[in-house]
């Protein structure tokens, strides 16, 4: 939630012609972020969240990215992005980590119903 709200800080530095365009972008994949990782917790399973930490993983590079692009395209002053990219690098890793507990998926060992393994031998 803390990158969403910095990048609507940013958002608000940014030209006014910039509104319904890169603006725009930016505040939707920010926002995405913690709204993937919401809808995925309320998922039944442990694979539908981890696909949606996934796509939150996406909409975190996606913004990091308008961010750079805004700084390249001289919107916004690298200093003033400092906070969200810090902020950005810190989510990052922690939805790695999440990401790669939910997608180890435990193999099952085979189970043998119980009184058949007697018979067989």
Same mark, same amino acid.
């Not at 006014?16 to 995925?40: D, H, M, W, Y």
């Not at 998922?43 to 930490?53: D, L, N, S």
């Not at 975190?60 to 308008?66: K, M, P, Q, R």
């Given at each position: $939630?803390?990158? @969403?709200?910095?990048?609507?800080? %940013?958002?608000?530095? $940014? ?10 972008? %930016? ?5 995405? /972020?913690? +709204? *993937?990782?919401? !809808?995925?917790? $309320? ?9 949606? /930490?996934? =796509? ?5 590079? !996606? @913004? !990091? ?7 390249? +395209?001289?919107? %916004?002053?690298?200093?003033?992005? !400092?906070?969200? $990219? =810090? =902020? ?6 922690? %939805? #790695? /980590?999440?990401? *790669?507990?939910?997608?180890? =998926?435990? #193999? ?14």
């Amino acid at each position: $939630m803390d990158f @969403a709200a910095e990048c609507y800080r %940013l958002a608000k530095l $940014m030209p006014k012609a910039e509104g319904f365009r890169l603006t725009s972008q %930016l505040l939707r994949a920010a926002a995405s /972020v913690p +709204a *993937n990782i919401a !809808e995925g917790w $309320m998922k039944a399973t442990r694979k539908h969240y981890a696909r949606f /930490v996934s =796509i939150a993983r996406g909409s975190l590079a !996606e @913004a !990091e990215t308008f961010l750079l692009l805004a700084a390249r +395209a001289e919107l %916004l002053c690298q200093h003033d992005l !400092e906070p969200a $990219m =810090i =902020i950005g690098d810190k989510l990052g890793r922690q %939805l #790695n /980590v999440l990401w *790669n507990q939910l997608a180890r =998926i435990p #193999n099952p060992q085979p189970q043998t119903p119980i009184g058949t393994a007697d018979a067989e031998h």
